[in-house]
């Protein structure tokens, strides 16, 4: 075991970590670890990673966080990783363990995010005949990895990790899965860290080809009425300082997909909101009447395009920006693909971009945001969910990291918070998954233990991952834990009200905890509101308050997010609410 002592630098460690010392399976992993930088693994042991978890034991190195169910672990690697563009990794055990993770790893794998997900098995001898909690978790995550590997020889174990690490952060970013048996943990070898990885056949096209960048520059200073769709490949790039510059040169309209937000400042003049389903008016009029149509690191997910024959019908061009060639075309039909790094893409193009011909253009954009707002009916009886999102942006002035559950209160911070900054934003968009918000906040907070990370859940949500309360109170984990509470599965209710005629089946969550009371009974303060003034009172409480606080909000059930667009309408056919 390395030990390190306070006076060490990080290069002596390194020096010590990389001594090729005859050790065993689990003692190369932690050091393979330690060599990638991780900070934190979020983990839950059992069987047949013991001897890993026994390799743990005295190393003041190593930083493991344990969760109370094995979705929390995966979930909260998934929100370091979102934060801070570093690999997130969690571990499980075998079997269950294994299997609990499957969500979490479809998760990351449809929105394109960096994990290291390390599984226990059996051991190599009983492979196979359905020993004890034995399960094929590599052909079970085949589909929802970028890559897996079942590890069968202790001396391939430090290679595979760094392939792992290296497959994960490049390219198309997203999950690998490295199985290792538990006889293979414990088998001894000489440990050798590679320095270089060479991995026959992946080589993700990083550099874009100068002509298809200038292809597009033509194609924008011939037009008239572009507009840029940026989702979460700008973020993930960190390209969001390129995407200003792009945007300042060429003078052509933002929409930022619900993956994207963050990734153009909200308060730009040419921010024309979020698209889709439950996008801005000004964004999707703008899709359905630009000439050219620029997709940055966006793949064109149903919930944007909605009706996709009828989706941008007057575009005469469309690029498509993308480091995954496979995305390009998929959907939309593509004039002029790009395929390279969205950071590296852009920057190319800044150097030769000129405006394009869109006066008029940004002036009709800026009528539609002025005369369309995002509005809703406020009370001065019921506290409205939009009102309460509104008062969190108010009071942390878009510097917080969100992270959100899904559901009707996703739609709603997406639509009333306002980014200021990339990686301030976590939220499920591809899977949609319920119960990842709280615990991608803990992943969060732990990269980030002096911001403020803030998360917003449904009643629904809430209770798929409560039990994570217990992690902040044992570790002061200063989570602000935001619960909007409206008794019922909302935006299943929503679905249910406007497309199934008020048939309403099974929605109801009356019976839930009261969270005021769960919280505490986990050691965490827990506060409620059901109106303006007890709202902006136990908020600022929570504010002031040293480590996580639970904050109830009671909402009216029949809250709808509007706009909406129904499946098989074209964006533009909003139906816009009451107001």
Known sequence: ????????????????????????????????????????????????????????????????????????????????????????????????????????????????????????????????????????????????????????????????IKEAFHIASTGRKGPVLIDIPKDVSNDTAPFYYPEKVDIRGYHPTVQPHKLQVDRMLEAIAESERPVIIAGGGVVYADASKELVEFVEKTRIPVATTLLGLGGFPSAHELWLGMPGMHGTYAANHALQNCDLLIGIGARFDDRVTMKVNGFAPKAKKIVHIDVDPAEIGKIVETAIPVVGDVKKVLQLANLKAKPSQSKDWIAWNQENKKNFPLTYQDSDTELKPQYVIEMINETTKGEAIITTDVGQHQMWTAQYYKFNHPRSWITSGGLGTMGFGFPSAIGAQVAHPDRLVISINGDGGMQMCSQELAICAINQIPVKIVVINNQVLGMVRQWQEIIYDNRYSHIDLAGSPDFVKLAEAYGVKGLRAANKEDARRVWQEALDTPGPVLVEFIVPKGENVFPMVTQGSTIDQMIMGDS
């Open 1 to 160: 075991m390395i030990v390190q002592t306070k006076q060490k630098s990080k290069e002596q460690l390194r020096e010590e970590l990389l001594k090729p010392d005859v050790i065993t399976g689990s003692e190369m992993l932690l050091r393979s670890l330690l060599l990638e930088d991780v900070d934190c693994v979020f983990g839950y042991p059992g069987g047949a990673v013991l001897y890993i978890y026994d390799a743990m034991h005295g190393n003041p190195d190593f930083r493991h966080l344990l969760t109370r169910h094995e979705q929390g672990a995966i979930h909260a690697a998934d929100g370091y990783a979102r934060s801070t563009g570093k690999v997130g990794v969690c571990i499980a055990t075998s079997g269950p363990g294994a299997t609990n993770l499957v969500t979490g790893i479809a998760t990351a794998y449809m929105d394109s995010v960096p994990l290291v997900v390390i599984t226990g098995n059996v051991a190599t001898t009983v492979i196979g005949t359905d020993a004890f909690q034995e399960a094929d978790i590599t052909g079970i995550t085949m589909p929802i990895t970028k890559h897996s590997y079942l590890v069968r020889d202790v001396k391939d174990l430090p290679r595979i």
